[in-house]
């Protein structure tokens, strides 16, 4: 790797816009910055190999749960303290404290990061093969809903999906939104990764 886009002992290389914050904060806190390279498999949620339900959405801005927990080690973090994280993302640090009881808050400026961290923690009220028995039972349901709305306004919803799937996919959507809490949101994040895919898709057809 190149050491030179390794902030630490080559900040003066970066060039920054005119007033720039990031460069006033990184000004202020350079020595107390240092690299741990040893930390870099778990720094995004691909490191989230012992919790597989975090790594369902792939958020490459996310923390790993690992990573999370060695800096509360490392912090000595304990249940009396208060964990606040202001850009708290798909909540992979509001759930490690959770997991260790400290409590915490959170803040992101994304809806999807919102619902997706506040519907985390409910898979661990799940016991085995719950979530397979509300799904066998709700699907028989789809055939004879009533299709919920969508953004059909939104151009990738014209030609992503032929009208038969999309026709489904509303009504599946309905049969999720009917079902009760917590299995509504479970099940509806599970939905959203499906149309995360579809929207990816023609970055990677480009790729
Ligand atoms: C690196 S991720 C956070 C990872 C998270 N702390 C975790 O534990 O996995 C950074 C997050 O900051 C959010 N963000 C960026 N600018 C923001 C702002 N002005 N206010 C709130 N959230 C913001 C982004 O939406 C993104 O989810």
């Known amino acids: 790797m190149n050491r030179q886009m ?8 970066l060039s920054y816009p005119q007033d720039s914050v990031r460069k006033e904060l990184e000004m202020k806190f350079k020595n107390r910055m240092r690299e741990e390279l040893k930390l870099r498999s778990l720094i995004s ?13 792939r958020y490459k801005e996310a923390f790993s749960f690992g990573l999370v927990r060695y800096l509360f080690k490392k912090l000595d973090v304990n249940p009396k303290d208060y964990i606040f994280d202001p850009f708290s993302g ?12 400290i409590p915490s808050i959170g803040a992101d400026k994304l809806p999807l990061a919102h619902f997706i961290s506040k519907t985390l923690p409910m898979f661990l009220s799940l016991s085995e093969g719950e979530l397979k028995d509300v799904w066998e039972s709700a699907k028989f349901k789809v055939k004879d809903a009533e299709p919920a709305e969508i ?16 026709w489904t996919l509303r009504k599946l959507k309905s049969i999720i939104q009917d079902l009760s809490y917590p299995y509504n949101d479970i099940l ?3 939905f959203s990764l499906f149309w995360r895919n579809v929207a990816l898709l023609p970055r990677m057809g480009n790729s």
């Open 151 to 166: 953004a059909l306004d939104v151009p990738i919803m014209q030609v992503a999906f032929d009208r038969e799937v999309l």
């Open 188 to 190: 509806f994040y599970y």
């Open 90 to 101: 798909l909540g992979t640090t509001m759930f490690t404290a959770m997991i260790h009881g």
């Open 6 to 13: 390794l902030f630490d002992e080559h900040t003066e290389f």
């Open 45 to 57: 949620y691909v490191g989230n190999k012992e919790v597989p339900f975090l790594r369902l959405y």
